[in-house]
């Protein structure tokens, strides 16, 4: 299976809207086509931009 990091930005992107980044993390993230690598360096990344005001809008 394929080893992926998911970048800050997709994962933003797919959040707020349905277009590419989202059908992309959905088909095969989502329907386990590949690993997610995470460290807990990137997952504090992710936390971080997320807990961000700007996105609070984005449940």
């Not at 329907?31 to 504090?44: G, H």
């Given at each position: ?14 959040l ?14 989502f ?15 992710y ?10 809008k984005?449940?």
């Open positions: 299976m394929l080893k992926i990091i998911i970048d800050t930005n997709v994962i933003i992107s797919a707020i809207s349905q277009s590419y980044p989202f059908k992309i993390i959905n088909d095969f993230v329907n386990e086509r590949v690993l997610v690598c995470l460290s807990s360096d990137i997952l504090e990344e936390l971080n931009v997320l807990s961000r005001d700007k996105f609070q984005y449940n």
